[in-house]
């Protein structure tokens, strides 16, 4: 592990101390409503990015930084050339505020607008996910690789764009198609870890039709180092620069078996 990847993932974890201190508070959390659908915010999901970006500014002091809180969440041009750190202090919000473990902290890090390192850590199960371009996709140490499975031998993982009510139909005629398909699906509420999960093998495919860049910034990475493909919905290469849809395949799921999930 390089230097850098080891101090990001030396920060995630910490950040992951203060989520947890955080979820022994749940029914004294301070929760406020952001534009859309079941959007929230508590004021840990602003304590953590505040900590990532105070860290991780000493790490790499020429870095940009786009987060999903605090007003920084909108991508400048000028992130697409050389570092620029993309936070999602809390990926999983209300599994949080609902008391379910699966949030994690999420680094990415592009480098002239491409994925180069991603950290992805879930404090409650202690699971630390990380990987850098060309080295390979980690979880807790040991390498992590796609299933082989077909999709009629895997699971499916939706998201289902909560904040966005006009994809609900959309998803869920994909999600029946997705039971059909593959052996059931699963939604789990952290859409960095869902891809996280496709990265170490428990599923064959993963799809949500909006997601923002903070949501997959680092679990992409992750995800092709591990032998997976990610791509839009149209079958087109993510862009880094906005939020798009995400559809993820495992190393077994071909684009073919997949078809009936883009929009042609
Ligand atoms: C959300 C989670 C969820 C996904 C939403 C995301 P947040 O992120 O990743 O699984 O369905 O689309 O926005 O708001 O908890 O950081
Ligand atoms: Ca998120
Ligand atoms: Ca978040």
Redesign the pocket.
Known sequence: MTELLEKICGTAKDAGKIILEGSEKIRSLTVENKTGHGNF?TEY?SRVQTFLIDRLSKILPEAHFLG??NGIEVFKEEYSSGFTFVL??????TNFIKGWSESVT?IGLLKDGAPYIGVVYNPFSDWLYYGEKGQGAYLNGERIHTSEEPLENALTIIGTAPYYPELTDKCFVLGREAVRRSIDIRRGGSAATDLCRLASGQAGMFFELRL?L??FAAASLILTEAGGEIMDIKGEPLKYNSASSVVALSKGVSRSQAAWVFDT
């Not at 999602?88 to 919000?93: A, E, L, Q, R, V």
């Open positions: 915010v999901d999903e809180e999602d202090p809390i990926d999983g919000t999420s923002g903070w949501d």
